[in-house]
């Protein structure tokens, strides 16, 4: 211990038999799976992934296709910017009452309800809505905004329940009315943490887009699924290359914004 500085303060025996806990549980996750590593290595494993990848190559770049392909593009992005805007705005609806601002009841109930919304994978929101909405991408735009908004809207409510109360304390106490004291003390604290929680579930939902389409919920996944049925390989290596593309590019597109943002 350096000379001046105080002692570090002991750990709880909580501390240390959560983390016992959690070593235990990682050693019986791996001793339950038939991990079967020996057999991944293989000769023949590697020779079959090595042609399976070989299928793939040279991709399919005919000009109908490629332009088909960007319209899947499109519409995968397009999912993406309204299912995670409906999910701001149902997010935030939610958060209001789970940060315990319209009454201690309503906060239980609706934390519960965030519970539910985002506890439902996307793929099962979709296949559910597909019932209902039909094939395409309006039941998959719908899935996202209702699992996004369960996660959102935990995480505003979070963000609006840490930052400081005095600023809006002060303004109550000199005479401002409830709703300007909250736009005006407590949404501009949590507004810049909040806006990075939305740029970062975008990330996440262009990845969630692309994979909804398994199920029938229209853009880049749909296409992908289509042509992997039917073993048209260098069509389905041109879908992939697409999905890598436009992932990269909306990761590049928030890394500057959040860039901006904190500036």
Known sequence: ?????????????GSWLLLAALVALVAASFAS???????FFTPEA????AEFLEGFTPPDTAPAFLAKTFWALWETLAMSLVGTLLAVIGG????LPAAGRLGGALRGLTRALLNVLRSIPELVWASLLLVAAGLGPFAGTLALAAHTSGVLGRLFADALENVEPLPEASLRTNGAAALAAFLYATLPQALPQMLSYTLYRWENNIRAAAVLGVVGAGGLGQMLKYHLSLFQMPSAATVVIAMLLLVAAVDAA??????ALTR
Not at 33 to 39: D, G, R
């Open 1 to 13: 211990m350096k000379a001046g500085l105080p002692p570090a303060p002991p750990r709880a025996a």
């Open 92 to 95: 935030m609806a939610l958060a």
């Open 46 to 49: 590697l020779t079959s992934a």
């Open 254 to 259: 928030s890394y500057a914004l959040r860039r």
């Open 33 to 39: 799976l038939p991990l079967q590593w020996a057999a």
